[in-house]
């Protein structure tokens, strides 16, 4: 793509609020969160599955959006499940 046909694309940044990464193996995609331009205050990496729903409940509003990338090696599908179960029960924080 030409920096001029770049004019009114969103860029990584703009698109992205908050950034969080599951388990060392995944620290590549903070990193390039960073090179994409998304600040280090807005991308983490956590530990595992638990940590991540806890990072989510922290920082979850209303209205918000989560996109999960899910691996099936480590069973992120269940962050969603979980993460569910959470907000129905009123777990936010």
Do not use: F, H, N, T
Not at 61 to 87: F, M, N, T
């Amino acid at each position: 793509m030409l920096a001029a046909d770049m004019e009114g694309v969103l860029q990584p940044a703009q698109l992205v609020d908050r950034l969080v990464v599951v388990g060392d193996g995944a620290a590549g995609i903070d990193r390039g969160a960073g090179k994409a331009g998304i600040p280090p205050e807005r991308s983490e990496v956590v530990a595992d599955r638990r940590a991540a729903l806890d990072r989510l409940l922290e920082v979850l509003r209303p209205g918000d959006v989560v996109l999960v990338k899910a691996s099936r090696g480590i069973a992120l599908e269940l962050l969603v499940e979980d993460l569910r179960a959470a907000l129905e029960s009123g777990g936010a924080r």
